[in-house]
């Protein structure tokens, strides 16, 4: 099919997909009144890269002559990590960073598993799921198609294994044949699902290496329309009855989504199969593809673009009623700046850093790109934090938008407009500023970075345990021993 345009993708959503929400049925994501804009804003991502603008940054040749996303591409070199940069920033800054799963995010990971896809050939000793990971990459890359991962088992009780539940609801599978296998129950979070073609079901967080755990312990590709497949989203952060677009943009256009999914008898092919029963390498896939280091290199050049946002919209709310001069407003943007100083800094060390796999191609270093991750879900906590502090008042003492052509209107215009900004603009500026920072939107923003790749908690444990500490403790053995050295003289 090649490169799709936005029309492409929003018909290919409608499928048939087995898709909830609120107690009903969506027959059609893609004009339904809570759904559809969000499918609209992943379409324009589609677009871009047909834009003459955008074209030869977002797309690139692949080696066989397939004009291909670059995000579908394997680095082989710090400057296609760079190139891959710029060409997931375009996007990035296209949604504010608030469109987190855009199609590069799996596309990323996808290309990252098929350079790897060695690896996948220990799991089972009768079929290639090596051949199975690069098909998929090739349709991928030839089919420019929308994934959404789940890789989280459902909360039951979380101080057992996954075979030890008392209510056994987490996915795995229930039946074998010739031609591939059945699987049933649940896997979370699906970000994006309703908007997605395919699910990656990927190795959910750390099986125990055990025989009991093989019915949870796969990796496989399924498609959203598949029989069986249920996506059950959350409700919607759409708000309903608006008066105006402008009163809630970013909810508006940029709630992806989330859905828990759940699988009733689901058919996997072998050729979508990538890991089966294999707890081993469920547990090792993650670090011997280098999955982790592609898809944070995609995550914090988000980020990069989302705290960019954040501290623009700060600085113009302090600029529109003239507290830009005052030193507790001043530090505090400074702060936000320093956030975004910093979060590029590390991005681009990590692409500085980066080193040749043994798959020939190059992976981003972890560990800048993990300190920007734990780094970051705090630091946005904190810039929601500041915009609610410079915002003040304002955030819910500005009307609707639509008041401005009201019966009201002369009144709005009157009373709204400040030092700088005509009403007008004050409204827009400032819903658009609430939306970011005291919407259910803006809470959900939050929790995203705090968990979408993991508890931070048990991520900064791995930190800490994973990191190469021996050089910096040893300068500590050579100091207390040239000390020790310098008493006894
Ligand atoms: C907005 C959002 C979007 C997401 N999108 C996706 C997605 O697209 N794909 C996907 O696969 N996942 C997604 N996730 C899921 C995400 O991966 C999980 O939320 C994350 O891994 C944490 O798992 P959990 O939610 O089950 O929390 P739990 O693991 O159940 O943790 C709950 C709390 O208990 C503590 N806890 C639990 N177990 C332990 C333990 N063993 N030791 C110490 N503390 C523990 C945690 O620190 C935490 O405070 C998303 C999550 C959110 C919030």
Known sequence: MGLRTGKQYLESLRDGRNVYLDGQKVRDVTDEPRLGLAAQSVAALYDMQHDARWRDVLTALDTDGERVPVSCLQPRSIEDLARRRRAMKAHADATCGLLARSPDFMNIGIAALSAASEVFDGSDGRRSFA???RA????CRRGDITMTHVQVNPQVDRSRQVYQQARDIALKVVRETDAG?????????????????????MPSVVVTNDAKAEDYAFAFVTPVAADGVRIISRPTLVPQNAGHFLDHPLSTLYDEGDAVIVFENVFVPWERTFIYRDPVMCNEVYRQT??????????????????????????????????????????????????????????LQAEQQATATRFGTWAPSKWPLQAAQL??????????????TIGAGSLVGVPSYADLSSEIGPLVHEYFATATLEADRRIQLTRLAADAAISAFAGRQALYERYYQGDPVRKACSFYNEYPKEELTGRI???????????AR
């Open 290 to 347: 280098y999955l982790s280091e592609h898809y944070s290199h995609q995550t914090m050049t988000r980020a990069l673009a989302k705290a960019e946002f954040m501290a623009g919209l700060a600085c113009h709310m302090a600029r529109a009623i003239k507290v830009d001069g005052f030193p507790n407003v001043q530090g505090l943007l400074a702060e936000l700046l320093i956030f975004v100083e910093t979060q590029r800094a590390l991005l």
């Open 477 to 487: 053995d050579g100091l207390l021993t040239d000390l020790q050295q310098r008493a």
């Open 181 to 201: 296998f059945y699987v049933n129950g649940m896997r979370l979070v699906g970000t994006l699902a309703q908007y997605a073609n395919d699910i990656v079901v």
């Open 136 to 139: 998929y990459h090739d349709a």
């Open 131 to 133: 051949n199975n990971v």
């Open 375 to 388: 780094y970051f879900y705090e630091k946005y906590a904190r810039m929601i934090d500041t915009v609610r």
